[in-house]
Nanobody, 123 residues
Framework: QVQLVESGGGLVQAGGSLRLSCALSGRTFSNVVMGWFRQAPGKEREFVAAIRWTSPYYADSVKGRFTISRDNAKNTVYLQMNNLKPEDTAVYYC??????????????????WGQGTQVTVSS
């Protein structure tokens, strides 16, 4: 059974940084596409970033501020978030996509999800 557990959310002032972590268990990690999504109140869940092998992909809204990385030895994916803005406030979810040959940007592309972690950026 695949499980994803996120950590690292919290409250930060605008311009600050946070690092989210997501640990995967139950299946081989190295060949999975890992993604981060976020959902603000009243809004749809949106793509933030993904990583396939060592190649990162970003939404335009976070490009240059967020960095996704993975440590296959620890079965963990990270999202380093710098220069945070109030509009980054949301629940952040990590997700796993086991399909071969794509990097999905739709939440329907991902089979497994974590429970989410709250990120709040104050102005």
């Amino acid at each position: 059974q695949v499980q994803l557990v996120e950590s690292g959310g919290g409250l930060v002032q605008a311009g600050g940084s946070l690092r989210l972590s997501c640990a995967l268990s139950g299946r081989t990690f190295s060949n999975v596409v890992m993604g981060w999504f976020r959902q603000a109140p009243g809004k749809e869940r949106e793509f933030v970033a993904a990583i396939r092998w060592t190649s990162p992909y970003y939404a335009d809204s976070v490009k240059g501020r967020f960095t996704i990385s993975r440590d296959n030895a620890k079965n963990t994916v990270y999202l380093q978030m710098n220069n945070l803005k109030p509009e980054d406030t949301a629940v952040y979810y990590c997700a796993a996509d086991w399909s071969v040959g794509r990097v999905g940007r739709r939440h329907s592309d991902y089979e497994n999800w974590g429970q989410g972690t709250q990120v709040t950026v104050s102005s």
